[in-house]
């Protein structure tokens, strides 16, 4: 398996009551489980099947996602902000794995 | 008499608006019926942004965005199983829109249904071009 490295990007600075837009990436192959190796024999799925992001403990987006989901999953979408710092991002692969990275908002 | 390839030049605009959403095929069908309950699905109030034509399927950049939506569906019908991403946006969420990259095995339609907190639906479908189809044959 290779590793499964996130990357995230949140902008410089945010004010309290704005959107503010968020962009991840995260390394993984999305093998579909429906293609098959040089001896022919299918290569069983294993893919990123959920994706959620969280800010001061409530939710901002719960993603499911299924192999027609790029290798190297990328997602954008926009925060609500409001006092809390603390984003943490989440993911969950195939066969239980799960990777968790926390980001901090710098509002002002 | 008008030829597919005409047809398609000439109206790619209303076409893609007005025609598409009746043709999504029955697999992609099937999984939207399982995902609204059978519920009536209305058309609009949902915007999808993605390329007209896509040079490589394995990542095509997709935005759906339905102000006021819990809830977007993706769903692609000419892929092996038709089934993208489910976006839920929480209450922390800033806005009902989301992107991503997504996988197209050819050219077809692309299907966003949105779930209303009322228990609604509404749905918009999409026609990407693939030059090369990104399902690993």
């Known amino acids: 398996m290779s590793e499964v490295k996130p990357r995230i990007r949140l902008p410089r600075s945010v004010k309290a009551g704005q959107a503010a837009e968020v962009k991840t990436l995260v390394s993984h192959v999305m093998e579909t489980g429906l293609r098959k190796d040089s001896s022919g024999n299918i290569i069983p799925r294993m893919i990123i099947n959920r994706f959620t992001c969280e800010y001061g403990g409530e939710m901002v987006v719960d993603m499911a996602l299924e192999g027609a989901i790029s290798a190297n999953p990328y997602v954008e979408f926009d925060i609500m902000v409001g006092d809390a710092t603390d984003v943490v991002f989440t993911w969950y692969e195939d066969g239980g794995a799960v990777y968790t990275q926390t980001e901090q908002l710098t509002i002002g | ?137």
């Open chain 2, 1 to 137: 008499m008008i030829t597919r390839r005409e047809t398609m030049a000439l109206g790619l605009g209303v076409a893609t608006i007005t025609l598409l959403p009746l043709r999504a095929s029955a697999a992609a069908g099937d999984a939207i019926a399982a995902y609204t309950g059978g519920a009536a699905v209305t058309e609009g109030g949902v915007m999808i942004t993605a390329p007209e034509i896509a040079e490589n399927g394995n990542t095509v950049p997709i935005t759906v965005e339905a102000p006021g939506a819990a809830e977007i569906a993706i769903y692609a019908d000419g892929n092996p199983t038709p089934g993208v991403a489910v976006f839920k946006f929480g209450p922390a969420a800033g806005s009902n829109r989301a992107s991503t990259r997504i996988r197209l095995g050819g050219t077809q339609d692309v299907v966003a249904v949105a779930k209303m907190p009322d228990g609604s639906f509404m749905q918009a479908a999409v026609e990407v071009k693939v030059t090369i189809g990104g399902c690993g044959g």
